[in-house]
């Protein structure tokens, strides 16, 4: 079955009883049994739900996986992998990373003993020469956030089975449409469900896949126990956008294009940074593992200045200025202030996170309108 049809059928049966071709909302705590034990596959709704349980199994089919796990947010389901490990265990993750997935690594699990490594993961022999005895898990985001960088997922994960670790991928900014890490490796693939796959900015979700039955019981015993479970009616939310993935993703990618070239040779922009151009330092590895290079870009200025940033980013008209990515409309954000704040300066700096730098997710509008609105903003 092709992704089209399984981002519409996968999981999801028309409703026995009635007929309906949605999946109901099944809003309800528990599940009336017929004896002890005797029961119709649920009990309890934290544990299983048959709408959020239709969203998990479309998800992973989407993914080329076994197992889904949604969760109240993409941070929750982080918060699930990471619990996965033990005190004195050892994390490699990118230095380019989202900063909300450094901040739980940072200030949450770091007091409970797990040590972290950031790295230049574009650079596999520099991660390499970080893996001990200790190394329990990889944690890959690509593309990174928000400088667009490109890890080579198939290289990590020979470095992942060769120390015994887990090997993590957040495919957020990809999504499954471009880019399926479990073929090229992974163990584990990370969503955060509220941008692409929900693709609509109404809802909050996280997700896990993967295809190892061992992982799979301890993500969802973590799921369980935890219980960070995402809510029946956002559940049917998601599998409602999950239908048009295609579609959107699709011309994400054709507006980025056109918003990406543009803004190469306006005269007030220093540097973009867009998988899709040939001078990107990792091209060629997008080009073999993605399908195409998606509507996320980051762009400097020239003289790199706050003020200038800060300007821009309030003159927009149609790009509206918000945290998160991937919905219908186009977003632009100042990562520096906003979803990088928590990241020291000199931390985020090293890493190209400048105060003049910007982040655009570009929508599905028209592209000569975002053009146009980017055009009179840079004025």
């Given at each position: 079955?092709?992704?089209a049809t399984k981002a519409i059928h996968a999981?999801?049966?028309?409703?026995?009883?009635?007929?309906?071709?949605?999946?109901?909302?099944?809003?309800?705590?528990?599940?009336?049994?017929?004896?002890?034990?005797?029961?119709?596959?649920?009990?309890?709704?934290?544990?299983?739900?048959?709408?959020?349980?239709?969203?998990?199994?479309?998800?992973?089919?989407?993914?080329?996986?076994?197992?889904?796990?949604?969760?109240?947010?993409?941070?929750?389901?982080?918060?699930?992998?990471?619990?996965?490990?033990?005190?004195?265990?050892?994390?490699?993750?990118?230095n380019d990373l989202y900063g909300g997935s450094?901040?739980?690594?940072?200030?949450?699990?770091?007091?409970?003993?797990?040590?972290?490594?950031?790295?230049?993961?574009?650079?596999?022999?520099?991660?390499?020469?970080?893996?001990?005895?200790?190394?329990?898990?990889?944690?890959?985001?690509?593309?990174?956030?928000?400088?667009?960088?490109?890890?080579?997922?198939?290289?990590?994960?020979?470095?992942?089975?060769?120390?015994?670790?887990?090997?993590?991928?957040?495919?957020?900014?990809?999504?499954?449409?471009?880019?399926?890490?479990?073929?090229?490796?992974?163990?584990?693939?990370?969503?955060?469900?509220?941008?692409?796959?929900?693709?609509?900015?109404?809802?909050?979700?996280?997700?896990?896949?993967?295809?190892?039955?061992?992982?799979?019981?301890?993500?969802?015993?973590?799921?369980?126990?935890?219980?960070?479970?995402?809510?029946?009616?956002?559940?049917?939310?998601?599998?409602?956008?999950?239908?048009?993935?295609?579609?959107?993703?699709?011309?994400?990618?054709?507006?980025?294009?056109?918003?990406?070239?543009?803004?190469?040779?306006?005269?007030?922009?220093?540097?973009?940074?867009?998988?899709?151009?040939?001078?990107?330092?990792?091209?060629?590895?997008?080009?073999?593992?993605?399908?195409?290079?998606?509507?996320?870009?980051?762009?400097?200025?020239?003289?790199?200045?706050?003020?200038?940033?800060?300007?821009?980013?309030?003159?927009?008209?149609?790009?509206?200025?918000?945290?998160?990515?991937?919905?219908?409309?186009?977003?632009?954000?100042?990562?520096?202030?906003?979803?990088?704040?928590?990241?020291?300066?000199?931390?985020?700096?090293?890493?190209?996170?400048?105060?003049?730098?910007?982040?655009?997710?570009?929508?599905?509008?028209?592209?000569?309108?975002?053009?146009?609105?980017?055009?009179?903003?840079?004025?």
């Amino acid at each position: 079955m092709k992704f089209a049809t399984k981002a519409i059928h996968a999981g999801v049966h028309p409703d026995p009883t009635t007929g309906a071709i949605m999946t109901p909302i099944y809003q309800t705590s528990t599940y009336v049994q017929d004896g002890v034990g005797n029961h119709k596959g649920y009990e309890y709704s934290r544990t299983q739900n048959p709408t959020r349980h239709a969203l998990e199994k479309n998800i992973a089919a989407i993914e080329n996986g076994k197992f889904g796990a949604c969760f109240g947010s993409g941070l929750a389901a982080i918060d699930c992998v990471i619990k996965m490990l033990n005190p004195g265990d050892e994390v490699i993750s990118t230095n380019d990373l989202y900063g909300g997935s450094y901040r739980i690594f940072r200030t949450i699990f770091e007091k409970y003993g797990i040590k972290f490594h950031f790295v230049n993961m574009q650079d596999v022999d520099a991660v390499a020469a970080l893996v001990n005895e200790n190394t329990k898990m990889i944690w890959v985001e690509t593309p990174t956030n928000p400088m667009m960088n490109i890890i080579d997922i198939e290289a990590m994960a020979e470095i992942s089975k060769a120390a015994g670790a887990m090997l993590c991928v957040d495919n957020t900014f990809a999504t499954p449409y471009l880019q399926n890490p479990l073929d090229l490796g992974a163990d584990m693939v990370m969503h955060s469900v509220t941008k692409y796959l929900g693709g609509h900015s109404d809802v909050v979700m996280g997700a896990l896949v993967c295809s190892d039955e061992n992982i799979a019981n301890e993500m969802y015993r973590i799921q369980n126990s935890s219980g960070a479970v995402t809510a029946p009616m956002d559940s049917f939310l998601v599998l409602r956008g999950i239908k048009t993935l295609h579609l959107r993703v699709q011309r994400h990618c054709e507006n980025g294009e056109k918003v990406a070239r543009f803004l190469a040779t306006h005269p007030k922009i220093d540097k973009v940074y867009w998988p899709g151009f040939e001078s990107h330092p990792n091209h060629e590895v997008a080009k073999r593992q993605m399908r195409g290079f998606g509507g996320m870009i980051s762009f400097t200025l020239k003289g790199n200045h706050l003020e200038d940033a800060l300007n821009i980013v309030k003159k927009v008209e149609i790009f509206a200025l918000a945290e998160s990515l991937g919905g219908v409309e186009s977003l632009i954000g100042h990562p520096a202030t906003m979803t990088h704040a928590s990241i020291p300066k000199e931390v985020r700096e090293q890493s190209g996170v400048v105060e003049s730098l910007i982040r655009l997710s570009v929508g599905v509008e028209d592209a000569d309108d975002l053009i146009a609105d980017l055009k009179q903003a840079l004025a």
